[in-house]
């Protein structure tokens, strides 16, 4: 059985420079297309809305835009819960919450349908990697804006040298990797 860390350690890849001069994007396409690797990944990502004994203990799973989308998706499945996109502004139809924040290499405005998530529902929160902390500290300001609670996150990666996870405060965090 192959293990999350060591999926990411093999599949991971940086690529200099990109977006931006300067950044180190981590490319999660090869861990993507490898199923024995996404699966691993998904299962391990999933066990963070669980309780002790596996049974589920969250009601929505959200994911930012894009790649929390791609791996928030099968989390939810895996979950038997539903599936929020938190998207970029402007993208989704209906009336939403919006927040803005800082990345590390510029500004952006999230949002959510304000019907998407129920007051009082928990939250399991995912994304690919934990940096400068501002999507996740947004995503869970968009959560608690639709009287909801974040009851966890869970990243593939979270990124050692950025202060990702003091932004993000008390909430309980699983990270696959710290790189």
């Known amino acids: 059985m192959l293990a999350a860390g060591e999926a990411l350690e093999r599949l991971v890849r940086d690529v200099a420079d990109f977006p931006e001069p300067g950044i180190v994007f981590k490319d999660i396409t090869p861990l993507l297309a490898d199923h024995v690797a996404f699966r691993t990944i998904v299962t391990a990502l999933a066990d963070a809305g669980r309780d002790a004994d596996g049974r589920p203990v969250v009601d929505k799973v959200v994911g930012m835009e894009a790649r929390g989308f ?36 510029g500004e952006a405005v999230l949002e959510v349908h304000r019907d998407a998530i129920g007051v009082g529902e928990r939250v399991l929160v995912i994304d690919d990697v934990l940096a400068t902390g501002g999507t996740a500290r947004a995503t869970a300001d968009l959560v608690a804006a639709c009287g909801a609670t974040v009851a966890a996150m869970a990243f593939l990666m979270e990124l050692s040298f950025l202060p990702g996870r003091a932004a993000v405060g008390d909430v309980p965090m699983t990270t696959l990797a710290v790189v």
Do not use: D, N, S
């Open 70 to 105: 791609i791996l928030a998706a099968p989390v939810a499945l895996a979950l038997g819960v539903g599936f929020v996109p938190v998207r970029k502004a402007g993208k989704l139809p209906g009336e939403t919450h919006a927040v803005a924040y800082a990345l590390e290499y």
